[in-house]
T-cell receptor, first 113, second 113 residues
Framework: DAKTTQPTSMDCAEGRAANLPCNHS???????VYWYRQIHSQGPQYIIH???NNETNEMASLIITEDRKSSTLILPHATLRDTAVYYC??????????????FGQGTILTVHP | IAGITQAPTSQILAAGRRMTLRCTQDMRHNAMYWYRQDLGLGLRLIHY???????GKGEVPDGYSVSRANTDDFPLTLASAVPSQTSVYFCASKMSKENYGYTFGSGTRLTVV
């Protein structure tokens, strides 16, 4: 699986958009970009994923650059409950890395009043 | 409620004892995974199973074994626990041929003394 690079921590004001960047310059053609978050002491929670097109769901938007070497997770209106560790992961459902995702250190997002 | 159930929630175990962490899902997901999470090391894959009857080794398999007798259950066994296996253990599942997100359990906090 490709490696990812994320900032260690970020801050965001409540009600503002939180933009979390991720670099994955070694991503291969069949690998997806996944985002998860983990709120203290809980299991990781799936947020969104994409291959090359931008994606949006009820939780967030995912912007993937045209060369697929980086992406940004956008929480449009951050709330205090969005404070968590956010993981950017790249992976594939095929081949020898069949379904296995490698979690890095993630970004600690702190939303403050 | 569909999801993953892990048991026990927490456990203190004497070194050298045998312990099985239980994981059950009711979503008919093909693939299941065991991760351990340690401070500063993120989530690391221990073992995985792409379908009932098959298992594979992850990043840190030593000291652990798994079985997958049916679709729903994926127990993780520590044959002879050591203090370095003190960790939080998460079970996860997904449909193996879809690029959907993983569903994680709420975790088992294991302390080996």
């Amino acid at each position: 699986d490709a490696k990812t690079t994320q900032p260690t921590s970020m801050d965001c004001a409540e009600g503002r958009a939180a933009n979390l960047p991720c670099n994955h310059s070694t991503i291969s053609g069949n690998e997806y970009v996944y985002w998860y978050r983990q709120i203290h002491s809980q299991g990781p929670q799936y947020i969104i994923h994409g291959l090359k097109n931008n994606e949006t769901n009820e939780m967030a938007s995912l912007i993937i650059t045209e060369d697929r070497k980086s992406s940004t997770l956008i929480l449009p209106h951050a709330t205090l409950r969005d404070t968590a560790v956010y993981y950017c992961i790249v992976g594939s459902t095929g081949g020898t890395s069949y379904g296995k995702l490698t979690f890095g250190q993630g970004t600690i997002l702190t939303v403050h009043p | 409620i569909a999801g993953i159930t892990q048991a026990p929630t927490s456990q203190i175990l004497a070194a050298g004892r045998r312990m099985t962490l239980r994981c059950t899902q009711d979503m008919r997901h093909n693939a299941m995974y065991w991760y351990r999470q340690d401070l500063g090391l993120g989530l690391r894959l221990i073992h995985y199973s792409n379908t009932a009857g098959t298992t594979g080794k992850g990043e840190v398999p030593d000291g652990y074994s798994v079985s997958r007798a049916n679709t729903d259950d994926f127990p993780l066994t520590l044959a002879s626990a050591v203090p370095s296996q003190t960790s939080v253990y998460f079970c996860a599942s997904k449909m193996s041929k879809e690029n959907y997100g993983y569903t994680f359990g709420s975790g088992t906090r294991l302390t080996v003394v």
